[in-house]
């Protein structure tokens, strides 16, 4: 079972460029979910998605598209990178949004913007 | 806005004693509060989960208290390993479920044998 898979596992950008984090689940899980990780600043929600279809700004959406085309993939898009966006992310799943919901985390991946 | 504090950046622990962190938050009680590991280069895992009506929740060597007058979770490790070392990671749930779950900084805990 390989639960929750983040791809790439590292990557540098040059500012301006656009890129996208891959994020799969084979859990079956509705709900599902992008993080940023930054020091001292805690686990931070970019978007989140209900279900196919269904996507949601969290507390930091600027300069970041999503998409839930299937229930398995929820894509996170860099539309023009900044250093401000420098960070480690994080997507995560739940099998559902509602109460009481625990995340299943990825593995990460750590994004340098120069 | 919901503000969650986490004791201290990091604490160091003798191995065999307990170990306890905190977790305070300001405003509203949470429905839900949720503690998670973090070890260096991987996600959080989850760990415990207790709710507001419940004053404590054990799972082995770990227990949970929250308090929603003081406004505060403990996480308790007790017979503290150096294998428990990683960061953990205090989140409050505020009835919205994990959509709108809101994490604290962390605390990295250190066990010396």
């Known amino acids: 079972n390989a639960g929750v898979t983040q791809t790439p596992k590292f990557q540098v950008l040059k500012t301006g460029q656009s890129m996208t984090l891959q994020c799969a689940q084979d859990?079956?899980?509705?709900?599902m979910s992008w993080y940023r990780q930054d020091p001292g600043m805690g686990l931070r929600l970019i978007h989140y998605?209900?279900?196919?279809?269904?996507?949601d700004q969290g507390e930091v959406p600027n300069g970041y598209n999503v998409s839930r085309s299937t229930t398995e993939d929820f894509p996170l898009r860099l539309l023009s990178a900044a250093p401000s966006q420098t960070s480690v992310y994080f997507c995560?799943?739940?099998?559902?949004?509602?109460?009481?919901?625990?995340?299943?985390f990825g593995s990460g991946t750590q994004l340098s913007v120069l | 806005s919901q503000k969650i504090e986490q004791n201290s950046e990091a604490l160091n622990i003798q191995e065999g004693k307990t170990a306890t962190l905190t977790c305070n938050y300001t405003?509203?009680?949470?429905?839900?509060l949720q503690w998670y590991r973090q070890d260096p280069g991987r996600g959080p895992v989850f760990l415990l989960l207790?709710?507001?009506?419940?004053k404590e929740k054990r799972k082995e060597r770990l227990k949970v208290t929250f308090d929603t007058t003081l406004k505060q979770s403990l996480f308790h490790i007790t017979a503290s390993q150096p294998a428990d070392s990683a960061t953990y990671l205090c989140?409050?749930?505020?009835?919205?479920?994990?959509?709108?779950?809101?994490f604290g900084q962390g605390t990295r805990l250190t066990i010396n044998p």
């Open positions: 989140a409050l749930d505020m009835g919205q479920g994990a959509q709108k779950l809101v």
């Open positions: 995560a799943s739940s099998y559902s949004g509602t109460l009481g919901g625990k995340l299943f």
């Open positions: 405003n509203y009680s949470p429905a839900y």
């Open positions: 207790i709710r507001e009506n419940e």
């Open positions: 998605s209900v279900g196919a279809g269904i996507t």
């Open positions: 859990m079956n899980h509705e709900y």
